[in-house]
């Protein structure tokens, strides 16, 4: 029991260094969680942690570790069947490869995230993927698509927050005057 305690102390720890902006520590909470984890056998855990080392990595701008970390939370979750969690990951991947300025791979992952999570009935987390998977393709030239997808994303969230509702009004909008009934 004291080693279950001891690496959710330091995963929590993790997370708070994270959100202080305090990256180097934050992994190296997040790296010494990850290992008690693994050593209680704990592979939920393990990937869960792996994935937030992944994303601290991506901050650090560590590419290569940070897709490393992420490639493995992502296998360790598909493994155990953990759908939800999988595409949490596969968004992280898309934001990662977005970061090193390769929009159309991590388009790709995007959308393989955005299909699981509407799959698995999350819609918010399917819209707000849909609006970063619209964002990629709107700077990769498809001004369009992106557009649409965007929408798309900024409609299926749950729980849009004030500026997406103020957004949602506006295109209902512009819809409209382009369709031609105002």
Do not use: C
Request: glycine share 12%.
């Amino acid at each position: 029991m004291g080693e279950r305690v001891r690496a959710e102390e330091l995963k929590a720890e993790g997370l708070r260094l994270f959100e202080e902006g305090l990256y180097e520590e934050a992994a190296q909470r997040f790296g010494q969680a990850q290992e008690q984890f693994v050593m209680e056998g704990n592979e939920l855990e393990a990937a869960e942690t792996l994935n937030n080392l992944g994303v601290v990595y991506r901050m650090m701008r560590r590419w290569e570790s940070a897709q490393a970390a992420l490639e493995e939370a992502r296998l360790a979750f598909a493994r155990l069947g953990d759908r939800s969690r999988e595409a949490q990951v596969l968004g992280n991947l898309g934001g990662l490869l977005a970061s090193q300025g390769e929009p159309l791979r991590a388009q790709e992952y995007l959308r393989q995230a955005a299909d699981i999570f509407g799959e698995l009935g999350e819609h918010q987390r399917q819209g707000e993927t849909l609006m970063a998977l619209g964002v990629q393709m709107w700077r990769s030239g498809d001004r369009r698509g992106g557009m649409a997808v965007y929408q798309a994303g900024l409609y299926t969230l749950e729980k849009p927050k004030p500026q997406q509702k103020a957004m949602r009004r506006l295109l209902s909008v512009v819809n409209r005057l382009m369709l031609g009934g105002a």
